[in-house]
Structure formats: C-alpha cells, structure tokens
C-alpha cells in the first residue's frame, strides 16, 4: 500500500519546483501591482515632495579608513537590492539550464527562440518610432523585457483556464527574457570601463570558482568574496553592479555532497537507531534521540545543493521584497502638464508599439516557425491561442523596462516620459491578454 501511494505522488522534482516557483511569482506580482499604485498615487499627491525627497535625497552608506560607499536611498535599490535581485535571477537561470525547462534543447528550443522573437522586435519598433528623433534611440533595450511577477499574476487570475504547461511556457520564456536583459545591460548600456577594477572582479570570481572546485560550500565563503569583492569592484568599474549578481550566482556549486544512494542508506540508518532508542518518561527528546535529529537535520543539508538552498531562500525575498520596493521607489511618475501629450511622444509610443505589438508578433512568429520547421513542439495541452495570449502578456515589461529605461536615459524628463510610456504599454499588453485568454477555446 505504501509502496503504491510513493508510486502514485512521485513526479519529476522540477515539476515541484516549477509549480512553487510559480507560485510564488503569481502572489508577488499582486503585491507589484499595489506597491505601483501607491507610488503613483504618492508621487502625485500633495506629499510628491516627500516621495522625491525620500528616494533620491536621503543618503546612506558608510567609510573605512579611505574607502567610502554612500549614495541616495534610490541607488542602493538599483545598485543593491537589484543586485541580489540578478543574483536570484542567475540562480534560476543555471538551474533550469542545469535540470529544468532549459535543461535540453527539445525543451528549451520554444521558449528560447520565443523570447528572442519578443527581445528583437520590440527592439526594432522602437527604433522605427524615434528613427527621426536619434537623441531617443538609447531607449532600444527598454520594450524587450518581460516581467514574469507581473505575468504570472495575472495569468493566476484566470485559474483553471490556463493549463499549467502554459505557465510553465511563460516562465521559461521570461528566464530566457531576464537571460537577453543582462547581456543587453551588460554590452550596451555600460558607457566607460575601468578594467583595473574589471580585472579586480575577474581575480575575486576566479577565487569563487575555485571554491566551488574544492568543494567549498559555506554561503558565508561566497557571501564574503562575492559582496566584499566582486559587487564592490563592479560598482567602481562602470559595469552596472546588477551584472555581479549574475556572475556571482553562476559560481555557486550545483552538486550535492551527499549522494541519493549515500543519503538513503545513512538516513534509513538513522531512522533505524532512533526507532531502537528508549522514549524518555516525559514529552521531551532524549539526548540520543536529539543527537539522531540533528545528524539527520545535517544530512539533509548536504543532500541539498548550495544553489538550490540559496535560491529556495532567496527567492520570497526577492519576489515578496526587493521588487515591491523597486516598484516603489522606481514607479512614481510624477505627472508634469498633460499625461495625453507624454503619451503621444515619441519614446512613449516607441515603447507601447515595442511592447504592444513587438513582443506579440516577435514571441508568436517564432514559436509559429520553431513548430512548422518541427525544431520544436507546443506543450501538451496547450493551443495557439493560448501561446498568442501569452505573447500579449509578455508585453508587461514593468520592472525590467523601467531598470533599463533608468539606464539608458540621463534626462529626467525622458526617463519620466518612459516610464509613462512602460506602464501604458504593460496595462494595454495585460488587459489584452486576460481577455484573449479569457475566450473560449476556438473550435478544432
């Protein structure tokens, strides 16, 4: 009987993973929404001051001796928390290519060639909307972002409507997506290097890989030397630091210490001696018994992968935290004169068209062509309808677009108007989306 109930509930471990991650994702995109109303609301109240005044004026930080590390409360959350926040997305990205939706081409041929199909086009319908306008062309890289919290949210909003496979599509599309963002950042939006602290950050990652070659395991060792060295040289190196978070997250190791078979065998040992052990005469543990626990507690660690442990930890803090606070810090807009003639600029149409249209007709045309070419399959359970809702979804950009917009842009004035511009073109791209995916399925 309990060999057949184990039979009946064993399923693929990524399976489990995928379905938390989601999980996850769809909560947090809720409190995404609400941290960016209460920043706008803020920012356009009788209290906007206050809202400027907290985000870019406060300053924190702290000295040691000649080195110094301040700065407004607004750069430590794009510096900072953003940071951590690429680290997490680094974590998922290596795991799923390691064991996940990205893990083999037959799995990951759609979701890639989709989200590059989404990265491509929007890029080149901005670029066609402010053709005539070049001091506006820096602003390419800000409609080909996904936010998945967003995303997965709303797509949470229509429960059973939506087979899990489609969830399961989106996220990989929008790990592929963060994956396309961090090498865009990277590449084209660091203006000047200085490679003596490039170089610095290269010595600091190399001791990190060595780590994970001898098998050093302690978050405390890739805490210190990624922190301490890596993101400190990336902040005075002219890189943006939210690229340390990545690199560093790729040196995390992936191998468990103890094996399957190891960990069967001295786990049913264990068991073993604490079912031979005597109860004490009352409710607490007896020092054997709590002894036996912890060695199991021990086991279990060690049965568990550092990048995993760190991701399933680190997630709900960037899901449920760091992008909430991003959110508010980033999404009030204060609106100066008439939000009609923000609209109808130039970069805020090149980023509607480029996340309204771009991203549908990008993220739809190529995973139309990897199916014809048969390079790839469409999940089980899932239509085309289903995939061209999906593509409207992606077309919420929201964080990842207004990190990018925040780069890309000195001006006040055009980051402002961009960020109008990426929230228009995320509300457009959701309600279009839930109402697509809220049809009933077309006949066969």
Same mark, same amino acid.
């Given at each position: +009987? ?26 947090g995109g809720v409190i995404l929404i609400v941290a960016a109303v209460v920043a706008?609301? &803020? ?11 907290? &985000? ?9 001796? %000649? ?16 940071? $951590? ?6 974590? #998922? ?7 996940? #939706? ?11 060639? =989709? ?13 066609? +909307? ?10 390419? %890289?800000?409609? +080909? ?55 610095? =950050? ?28 890596? &993101? ?11 690229? =340390? ?13 103890? /094996?399957?078979? @190891? !960990? ?9 001696? !604490? ?26 660690? @060690? ?50 068209? /480029?996340?309204?249209? /771009? ?17 790839? *399959?469409?999940?089980? /359970? ?5 995939i061209y809702g999906v593509a409207f979804l992606a077309g919420i950009g929201f ?22 511009? *990426?929230? =228009?073109?995320? $509300? ?14 077309? #006949?066969?």
């Amino acid at each position: +009987m309990n060999k057949m109930k184990y039979k009946q509930m064993k399923k693929p471990l990524s399976f489990f993973r995928i379905t938390a991650f989601i999980n996850q994702e769809a909560y947090g995109g809720v409190i995404l929404i609400v941290a960016a109303v209460v920043a706008m609301v &803020w920012a356009n109240s009788a209290y906007s001051a206050s809202y400027h005044h907290l &985000w870019h004026e406060v300053e924190m930080g702290f000295s040691l001796g %000649g080195f110094e590390l301040k700065g407004a409360l607004h750069h430590w959350i794009n510096d900072g928390l953003m940071a $951590l926040f690429f680290f997490t997305v680094g974590l #998922e990205i290596k795991r799923e290519i390691m064991g996940g #939706e990205l893990a083999t081409v037959k799995k990951a041929s759609l979701p890639i060639a =989709a989200a590059v199909g989404g990265m491509v086009f929007p890029a080149l319908f901005y670029t066609v +909307m402010v053709l005539k306008n070049p001091q506006y062309l820096p602003g390419w %890289g800000i409609p +080909m972002a996904t936010d998945i919290a967003f995303a997965l949210g709303l797509l949470a909003l229509l429960g059973k409507k939506v087979p899990l496979n489609l969830k399961i599509f989106l996220t990989a599309l929008a790990i592929a997506d963060d994956l396309g963002a961090v090498l865009v950042i990277a590449v084209f939006y660091t203006e000047s290097i200085d490679f003596t602290e490039i170089m610095m =950050a290269a010595g600091f990652l190399a001791v990190l890989l060595g780590g994970n070659f001898l098998g050093i395991r302690k978050t405390l060792f890739y805490a210190l030397i990624g922190i301490g060295g890596v &993101w400190v040289a990336f902040i005075y190196s002219g890189v943006h630091a939210t690229i =340390a978070g990545v690199l560093i997250a790729l040196t995390i190791p992936a191998r468990a210490k103890t /094996g399957q078979n @190891e !960990y069967i065998d001295r786990l049913c040992a264990f068991i073993d001696k !604490y079912k031979k052990e005597k109860p004490g005469e009352t409710t607490l543990l007896t020092s054997n018994q709590a002894h036996l626990l912890s060695d199991i507690e021990q086991l279990n660690k @060690e049965a568990h992968t550092p990048l995993q442990r760190i991701e399933h930890a680190l997630h709900p803090v960037a899901t449920y935290f760091i992008l909430p606070i991003f959110a508010l810090g980033n999404a009030g807009v204060h609106i100066e004169g008439s939000i009609l003639s923000m609209l109808l600029h130039p970069v805020s149409l090149g980023i509607i068209a /480029g996340l309204v249209l /771009g991203k549908f007709i990008g993220i739809s045309l190529f995973a139309r062509l990897m199916v014809r070419l048969k390079i790839a *399959i469409l999940p089980e /359970g899932v239509s085309w309808q289903q995939i061209y809702g999906v593509a409207f979804l992606a077309g919420i950009g929201f964080t990842m677009s207004i990190f990018i917009a925040d780069l890309a842009f000195k001006e006040d004035e055009y980051k402002q108007i961009a960020k109008v511009g *990426i929230m =228009a073109a995320s $509300l457009l791209s959701a309600i279009i989306g839930l109402v697509w995916l809220s049809r009933p399925p077309a #006949e066969k």
